[in-house]
């Protein structure tokens, strides 16, 4: 069977469906006298293959025949495969349907349809990441490059790019992940009317042409990557610069790098900037968080772009307190208090660290609240008890929203299914939030086990317990996830907003700068 299985990847890597597809249904025919443990594991391996020639070819018959046999085996899959496993497997059918539905389906989708179509991939790579084995390397590359397509099919452009460079880190020459980082800087290009820049175009061209000399890429992706890394060295001819310069620049940047303050550094380094240079780039240019609504390129028009902004400049100062606090946590000793606390023999970590950390974590949220104050706003809808993860679902609002066409929004809109208390795979987000701010939740090391003597945590309605370490990387993603809302949000409102001048002297045109 092994035998058999490298010829299907033979024949997979050489988009050789048609056979790969014939083979995979004899040999599920052929199963029938193995043993039952066997049986369903040998099942599971081969419905994997139906995915990924499913998703290669485009036929939906080989998606819902994987599906239904994943979802009908569920209890029994989870004996012979991690969970982990199980969930990336289903993520992978549903976003292959999602890919198929939108090449039947082109264009900017309402949120019901974003929702209904391309959300629950999301959901599945979510289950998956949550439950994997941290020493299960290949999984964890699969699933983070396969979350980032999905996230990239909402729109959601700079977290895909975000778990891109995390795989690019540990295996820089790994073709999937490089190929996708060209395909996907070309596309922020495109509809964010970011600054198009050398540094930006030479990033497009080292990533193709990294994924290129890999020479693992299927034909298709081949052909298509060679197109890419020809036009974007295009683009850098036109700016005067040629694949000479390219060592050259290489080594300034990793020079203007070292230069930033440790502080920055951390920032750049976790991917907590606001600054969109610093997407792609740690050179000099990611030096400050510069994002905002107004582009140079670009020019605006009435008086709603700089309320707007000023929206903008309140979520920058509160997101650089709040990854300040975080750092402050991570990289300082805890000073001395002048309180002294009642023993009561919790186990309790209370100190400044964990002070910070609570803190960081609660801002979060109060800027999620205004980016949903700000979507109102943009588009002059009631504003009255607005919860970002929550606010799209009132009826009148949601009837409103759903007749905008702004592939921005919808990624918002994404980032708020993934955090709804109900239905998010990313709820307990908010879960800690609410015990944060109404209930106690107090911190612990849970590696060092402490009874309950006292019995404090039975009345689970009063304090929740977390485990500091594990509230430390949730803090970390919420800014991460939080971050990626702030660039949405100026996504949506520059393009909603955007004007190309004209002719009519009696429109005020203006451009926003810096203070």
Not at 326 to 352: A, M, R
């Amino acid at each position: 069977m092994q035998e058999q299985f490298r010829y299907l990847y033979h024949l997979l890597d050489n988009e050789k469906f048609v056979e790969a597809r014939k083979i995979t249904e004899q040999a599920l025919e052929n199963i029938s006298s193995l043993e039952p443990e066997k049986k369903i594991f040998t099942e599971a391996q081969l419905h994997g293959f139906l995915i990924d020639i499913g998703c290669e070819s485009g036929s939906e018959n080989d998606l819902n025949s994987a599906i239904s046999f994943f979802e009908a085996n569920e209890a029994l899959l989870q004996t012979v495969m991690t969970k982990s496993s199980y969930y990336y497997n289903l993520a992978n059918a549903k976003h292959g349907l999602g890919k198929i539905f939108y090449s039947q389906n082109k264009g900017v989708h309402s949120l019901t349809t974003t929702k209904e179509k391309f959300q629950e991939p999301i959901n599945l790579y979510w289950l998956a990441y949550k439950t994997i084995d941290t020493n299960d390397k290949p999984l964890t590359t699969q699933i983070l490059i396969n979350l980032s397509n999905s996230l990239i099919t909402v729109n959601r452009i700079v977290e895909g790019l975000q778990f891109l460079d995390i795989v690019l880190k540990q295996q820089p020459n790994f073709p999937q992940a490089l190929i996708s980082r060209g395909d996907n800087l070309h596309y922020l290009s495109v509809v964010t009317n970011c600054s198009v820049t050398i540094a930006l175009y030479t990033q497009i061209y080292k990533s193709y042409d990294k994924g290129i000399l890999t020479n693992s890429l299927p034909p298709s992706i081949l052909k298509r990557s060679e197109f890419g890394k020809k036009e974007a060295l295009k683009t850098i001819h036109s700016y005067g610069f040629d694949t000479s310069n390219f060592k050259k620049e290489i080594q300034e940047t990793e020079k203007e790098y070292n230069q930033h303050s440790d502080f920055r550094k951390f920032c750049l380094d976790n991917f907590l900037t606001l600054n969109e240079h610093a997407i792609y780039c740690t050179c000099v240019a990611a030096e400050k968080d510069d994002l905002q609504i107004g582009v140079p390129q670009g020019t605006f028009k009435g008086n709603l772009v700089p309320k707007l902004e000023l929206l903008l400049n309140r979520m920058k100062s509160e997101f650089s307190f709040a990854r300040w606090m975080f750092y402050k946590s991570n990289t300082e000793e805890p000073f001395n208090s002048d309180v002294k606390f009642s023993e009561l023999l919790d186990g309790e970590i209370i100190n400044s660290q964990t002070e910070f950390l609570r803190t960081s974590y609660r801002i979060c949220y109060g800027i999620l609240d205004k980016i949903a104050l700000g979507i109102c706003k943009l588009y002059d809808l009631d504003s009255k008890r607005i919860f970002f993860e929550t606010f799209w679902e009132e009826t009148k609002r949601k009837a409103e929203l759903d007749k905008v066409k702004n592939i921005h929004l919808n990624a918002l809109y994404s980032i708020a299914c993934d955090l709804n208390t109900k239905t998010g795979e990313l709820k307990h987000f908010k879960n800690w939030r609410n015990k944060l701010e109404h209930n106690l939740l107090i911190l612990k090391d849970k590696r060092e086990f402490i009874p309950d003597a006292l019995k404090i945590f039975e009345d689970e309605e009063f304090v929740a317990v977390a485990d500091v370490n594990d509230f430390n990387q949730k803090t970390l993603h919420l800014l991460q996830h939080t971050r990626a809302a702030i660039f949405s949000y100026v996504y949506c409102v520059r393009l909603q907003t955007i004007q190309h001048k004209t002719e009519d002297e009696t429109i005020k045109y203006f451009n926003i700068k810096f203070k």
